[in-house]
């Protein structure tokens, strides 16, 4: 008896990458928390958490995909 293995569709990201985005992820999120009390409370505000993960998924949403991302 044979078992067929699915291949893995292009939309799941490759352990690597996803490695990689955490790790982007995290490190701008520790320098927006390093830079607060620098930059007071407005701009911490502004440099918050979603705006760093918005651009790190672009990003990479850029490299995997090309342009048409």
Known sequence: MKIKRSQPSAATPKSDKLLLRMLAGALLTLAVTLLA??????????LA???VLGS?????S????G???
């Open 37 to 46: 009390s620098t930059v007071g409370e407005r701009w911490s505000g502004l």
């Open 67 to 69: 342009i048409t991302a």
């Open 62 to 65: 850029q490299h995997t995909a």
């Open 49 to 51: 958490v979603f705006p």
């Open 56 to 60: 790190v998924m672009a990003v990479f």
